[in-house]
């Protein structure tokens, strides 16, 4: 699967799944949707600001542990039959409410 940290713009379902996408200046379609997971933060790459309360506001600390991204791996074609299909990995982050594209395997 190819690596990708590109921007998109997601329209999702009746379901809250992601239903269509536009990527690079193409509209995509979702056909099915074959994996859905949540994952945390990288909160074990932080500094380790805990040591000095001074510089670990506890707001900080707290976002910095329940930031959280979705992740859907969805079957995604285009064109008239949805002839050209791939398979993409889409990530909503919460923290600043963004989709991205990263991962894709055509």
């Known amino acids: 699967m190819r690596q990708y940290d590109d921007p998109v713009e997601v329209r999702r379902g009746e379901a809250e799944d992601p239903d269509q996408f536009l990527w690079r200046g193409r509209l995509w379609k979702v056909r099915a949707v074959v994996a859905h997971w949540v994952e945390t933060g990288p909160w074990w790459q932080g500094v380790d600001r805990a ?15 329940v930031a959280e991204r979705e992740l859907w791996r969805v079957e995604a074609g285009r064109g ?16 600043d409410g963004r989709w991205q594209l990263v991962g894709c395997l055509d």
């Open 80 to 95: 008239r039959e949805l002839d050209t299909y791939g398979v993409f990995d889409l990530s909503f982050d919460w923290t």
């Open 51 to 65: 040591s000095d309360p001074t510089t670990c506001p506890t707001t900080e600390l707290a976002t910095d542990l």
